[in-house]
C-alpha cells in the first residue's frame, strides 16, 4: 500500500502543493508563481503575497490533486510549511492545511522550510544517504547544515547580512534589470567577462562557516555609480515600483561585466566555504539547494571544484530548488509515518530554526 502526502508551501511569493507518493515519487507538483505581481517593486511585498497566496491556495491545491487523480478521502497525510519566511504568506498556507485536515480527518504535520529544501535533493538522488553537509540558498536564506539523520541538524553557518539571492535581487533591481534577479544576472552574466570587474570575495574569519553579502552588492552599487549610472526615482519605499531602477542606458557590455563580476564573487564565496566545511565534516557528500542553486555557474565551478576535493555533490533538478510543494511533502513524509502529528494549535514562525547551533 502506498502513502500519499500533499504538501503545500506558502513561505514567500509561490503558491505550491504536490502530491507525493511514498518517499520519493512526484505524483504532482503545482507551482502559481507571484514574479509578475512583485517585479514592478524589484522584490516580495509581503502583504501582495499573503492576499495572493489566499486566492491561490485552494485551486493550488485542487490542481494538484486532480493531477494526481487522488482525491482529499485518499491522501494519508499533509504536511504544510510552518516557517521560517514571511509570517502573512505562511498563514495562509499553513492555516489551509490544519483546516483541510480537520474536516477531513487527516494526519497533519508541520514543516520547516529550510528542511524541505535539503529534502529536494533527497527527492532526486535515490543514492543520497545521511549524514551530508547542505547548503541552502536562496532569496531568504544562506544557511549551511550538516544534515546527520532525518530531523538531526547542525547550523554549521548562515549569512551575517542578506541571503546570496537577496543579493542577486537586490544587485539585479539597482541595475534595472528586472526580477527574480537571479536568473536575470545569470543571462546577462554569459555575455560578460567573470575578470573584467574584480568585486571583493567576502570572507568571515579562518575556518568560520558564516557568509556576508552585503558589502559586495554595495561594491557593485558604487561601482555603478562610480561610471555614472544614475538611479531614477527615490529610494525611500519599497512600495514605488522601480523606485531603484537605473536609466536603461547603459552600456551592455558594461552591464555583462558587471553581471558576470557579480556573479563570479558570490559564486566562489559559496563554492569555498561549503567545500571547506564538507571537508571538515568528513561526510564527503555536499547538497546544494534553494533558488540559487538553479545557477548554471555555481553549478559548474562547484562540479570542478568537488571533483579535485574527492566531495561527491547533488543538485535537485531546478524545479525542485525554488519553491515547491514537493520537498515539502518530502520532508514531512518521514515524521507522518513516524506518527508524529501537529495539533490545531500549531502556530506559524516566521523564525523557525532548523536544528541546533
Ligand atoms: O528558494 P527560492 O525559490 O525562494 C526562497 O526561499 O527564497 O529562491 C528564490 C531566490 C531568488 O532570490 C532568486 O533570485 C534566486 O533564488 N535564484 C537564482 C537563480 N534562480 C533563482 N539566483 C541565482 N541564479 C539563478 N539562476
Ligand atoms: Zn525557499
Redesign the pocket.
Known amino acids: 500500500m502506498s502513502y500519499l502526502t500533499l504538501g503545500i508551501e506558502t513561505?514567500?511569493?509561490?503558491t505550491a502543493a504536490a502530491v507525493l507518493e511514498d518517499d520519493r515519487r512526484i505524483r504532482s507538483s503545482v507551482i502559481a508563481s507571484q514574479d509578475t505581481v512583485h517585479a514592478p517593486y524589484g522584490g516580495v511585498v509581503p502583504e501582495l503575497a499573503s492576499r495572493r497566496h489566499v486566492e491561490a491556495v485552494w485551486p493550488v491545491v485542487q490542481e494538484a490533486l486532480t493531477k494526481a487523480g487522488v482525491s482529499l478521502a485518499e491522501l494519508d497525510g499533509i504536511a504544510a510549511t510552518s516557517g521560517p519566511?514571511l509570517i502573512g504568506s505562511l498563514l495562509v498556507g499553513l492555516c489551509f492545511g490544519k483546516a483541510l485536515a480537520f474536516a477531513r480527518h487527516i494526519p497533519l504535520v508541520g514543516v520547516n522550510?529550510l528542511e524541505g529544501?535539503l529534502y529536494a535533493a533527497l527527492l532526486d538522488h535515490e543514492e543520497l544517504s545521511f549524514p551530508f553537509t547542505g547548503l541552502?540558498?536562496?532569496?531568504?536564506?544562506t544557511h549551511l547544515y550538516l544534515a546527520t539523520a532525518p530531523g538531526v541538524y547542525r547550523l554549521l553557518g548562515r549569512t551575517r547580512d542578506d541571503?546570496?539571492?537577496?543579493a542577486?535581487?537586490k544587485v539585479?533591481k539597482f541595475l534595472g534589470l528586472g526580477?527574480?534577479?537571479?536568473?536575470?544576472?545569470?543571462e546577462w552574466a554569459r555575455k560578460g567577462d567573470p575578470n573584467a570587474v574584480r568585486f571583493p570575495r567576502p570572507m568571515r574569519e579562518q575556518d568560520s562557516c558564516d557568509f556576508s553579502f552585503s558589502g559586495l552588492k554595495t561594491a557593485v552599487v558604487n561601482y555603478a555609480k562610480g561610471l555614472g549610472f544614475r538611479v531614477q526615482g527615490s529610494s525611500s519605499s519599497s512600495l514605488q515600483p522601480s523606485a531603484f531602477s537605473l536609466q536603461p542606458v547603459l552600456d551592455p557590455t558594461l552591464i555583462a561585466d558587471i553581471c558576470a563580476g557579480f556573479?563570479e564573487a558570490?559564486v566562489d564565496v559559496l563554492v569555498r566555504v561549503s567545500l571547506a566545511a564538507t571537508k571538515a565534516s568528513a561526510s564527503r557528500r555536499l547538497v546544494l539547494?534553494?533558488?540559487?542553486?538553479?545557477?548554471?555557474?555555481?553549478r559548474s565551478k562547484l562540479t570542478e571544484r568537488a571533483a579535485e576535493e574527492g566531495v561527491q555533490i547533488y543538485y535537485p533538478r531546478?524545479s525542485l530548488?525554488?519553491?515547491n510543494g514537493a520537498m515539502i511533502a518530502a520532508a514531512g513524509y518521514p515524521r507522518l509515518l513516524r506518527g508524529e502529528r501537529a495539533l490545531l494549535a500549531l502556530n506559524a514562525d516566521a523564525d523557525l530554526a532548523l536544528g541546533v547551533t
Open positions: 513561505s514567500c511569493d509561490e519566511g522550510h529544501h541552502v540558498t536562496s532569496g531568504g536564506h541571503a546570496a539571492g537577496e542577486f535581487d539585479a526580477y527574480p534577479g537571479g536568473p536575470v544576472i545569470e556573479q558570490v539547494a534553494g533558488g540559487v542553486a538553479c545557477n548554471g555557474r555555481l531546478p530548488c525554488t519553491d
